[in-house]
């Protein structure tokens, strides 16, 4: 896969995009709400630019990472009822192969299967059960107010 037909590189080079797709933008990355997900809060940090593995990252796309996981980990808290946020990077799924991480939000009640690796039950759900537009549009412009890193 290259960037031609790479679904994040597609959506990196829009004119516009809505707010979920672009809680921030930094020069290295673009913070989206994962559109297929039942979890509030759930985010997705993709590369600027066409990156499969973290090891091809720039040392200054790397850099920026840490601080950016950081602020969004302390800012997500005080919008979704966590008590932490989990970070995974796969970016193995079938046409997904461009890097992202994932920060999720660790619910504060959670069952205990669906703790750790198990957050992913909130992928894949029905779509009737994932967040709407209008709400992951609302928390992408309130967590973009509680950001410091641009």
Known sequence: MDATDCFPCTNTAAATLPDREQ?????????????????PGWLVLLPTRHVLSYADLSE?????????????????????DCVKTYQMLFAEAEGF????VHLVPRPRQLA???RGPGIF???????????????????????RTLLTVR
């Open 23 to 39: 809680v921030i933008r930094t020069e290295h990355w673009r913070v989206a709400h994962a559109f297929n997900a039942a979890l």
């Open 112 to 114: 205990a299967e669906l």
């Open 121 to 143: 039950g909130y992928l894949g759900r029905p779509e009737a059960e994932w967040v709407p537009a209008d709400r992951m549009d609302d928390l992408a412009r309130q967590l």
């Open 97 to 100: 192969a461009h890097l992202h």
């Open 60 to 80: 200054e796309a790397a850099a920026e990472l840490g601080p950016l996981l950081l602020e969004l980990s302390r800012a997500l808290p005080r919008l979704v």
